[in-house]
């Protein structure tokens, strides 16, 4: 009785719970309406006119509400358990200590600090065309595939108007249970911080704080999410949290002087906090069991360590889809998947199944290629993991021959961000995905005259499509950010973030990226390793760089910089320069 209690009372004092209960509802809701819908479908015998595609979407939407039901649960269960650890660290906090504690720079944030993340007007804008593009894109293909026969405005315009308000429901329901929470603020004074985080604003003074403590976001692919930060006591929650490596829909507003992105500013918070405080910074993830040896202790400090294992919530999403596209192929190539077509000219009914099978073909091709980068990624990292075991079992001889000059004084400026340029990644996912959807469509299809050109038009409205998506979602996994000071360094490779300060550093190393075609790889990775963590960032050894930095640089200007920063770090640790890609060397 008295634990239920408990638990009311934290649920309670969590505006975390409130969130929660209402995506419950909604999320039983839709399940609801898809267990109908199926059963519907089935029991009028829709599939026999409108083919199996429809009945293929109907069951494969309802496969994914079970699973967001599923997962639900997961995520209540994961936030008892965080509310659970927090009532455990204000009566002992010592077991939960993190092994990394932030690191406070020289770069301070100056007070009163106000931090916002706020939506950018070119997302909004982009959203409308591509709805517009999608409504009025099949219209127009309808028009043309009428082969000049009379067209009924009236049903048109009905047409129209049900796909815009399928559409605009869509939108409604994903801004009123998704995008409207991803906005938050942050604010510091003399008094305390107060944040706004999930639509829900909180306050706390410093001196009544108790526990500060950090940890995944979420439940399903929390690897890429983030980390959320809290500051709190026996009666009140503070929240605010990284910006997920996918919302690069949104812009950051702050009164400091420097233009930082907002991880990089929550860096700067939370070693405020922590001073301000003086609280540890706790985790309130779940603790990975002692390894045996030199190797899984390595691993254990590695914060890249949580991405070389595919969840199962991955793997299911990954099952899905393959199933999903093979089921696609497999109707597409019956050709049972539009038997209302079959009245229509054989080139009409080619071009929408042929569509339908070389989307099965394409995701079919992701999915599988995706999967291969991943093995290839983990195996890659398990053998520099190695390589570093051995390094520090024999450090003479990995040593660097011969060793970089030390210098005394750091490069200028202090910090330095990279990016890929927009253009470049833009013109590359485009031409890619033009070349292979445009191959396959014309070599499955073999049509000429208007069919050809409606295949041109639609690989090319795919494909710009996917080279905006790719860049709206990949946007901040290439970018780079280094900053050097007199007490440590700090690092930040997409949603990886690390800082050390000199005297924590134990080894200092390089060795060469992962290249996935044969050949040198012109990328090399530098880290520190301290007992806690692990500081890695990268090299580019490429004239041809597609890369912006921040402040603008030449290529020769660029590694004139990293030199210095190299000197600089054997300076300032004492430690020789190892390259763990000696073991390949004759």
Sequence with gaps: MQDTI???????????????????????????YTVGYLIFYIAMRSWQQQGFYFLLLAFFNMLVSLIIVANEFRQEHYWRRIGERRQAALQDPTALRARSQPVETELALQLPVTIRLRWKRAFWIGGLVILLIMVGAPLILGVYLGGGQRINFMALAIVFGVMAGILL?????????????????????????????LRHQRSLRWEEARVFAQYQRGVFNRNISGITYELSNAQTVVRWSQQAMTATYLRVESNQTSKDDFNW???????????RTGLPLLDFNDQQPAGKGAAQANMQVDPLTPHLTLRKEQLLAFGLLGAFAIILIILAISGNLFPNLQHMSSGTSNVFTGMMLIGGILILLSVGFSLWIFLMARRYWMRINQRRTLSAQEPARYQVQPQLLAVNTPPQPGKLKLQMSR????????????IIIFALMEALLRQTGLYLLIILLVAVFISLFSSIVTMALTGKRYQRRIEVWSNGITSSISVLESQMGWQEARRFQRYRGLRLLPGR????IYELVGDNTVVRWHWMHNRLRFVNSEPKMSPEEYDQWMEQ?????????????????????P
């Design 521 to 524: 790889a012109k990328l090399e």
């Design 265 to 275: 500013l929550l860096n700067q918070v939370a070693a405020y906090v922590a001073q």
């Design 423 to 434: 253009g470049f990644l833009f013109g590359l996912t485009f031409g890619i995905s033009f």
């Design 6 to 32: 408990g638990t009311k009372e934290m649920k309670r004092l969590d505006p975390i719970w409130r969130q929660v209960w209402v995506g419950r509802i909604w999320k039983f809701l839709w399940l609801a």
């Design 169 to 197: 429901i869509a939108f409604l329901l994903a801004y009123f249970f998704f995008f409207r929470y991803q906005p938050q603020s942050i604010e510091l004074t003399d008094e305390g911080i107060t944040t706004r985080y």
């Design 565 to 585: 920063m190299t000197g600089y770090i054997i300076e300032r640790t004492g430690l020789p320069l190892l390259d763990l890609d000696t073991s390949d060397q």
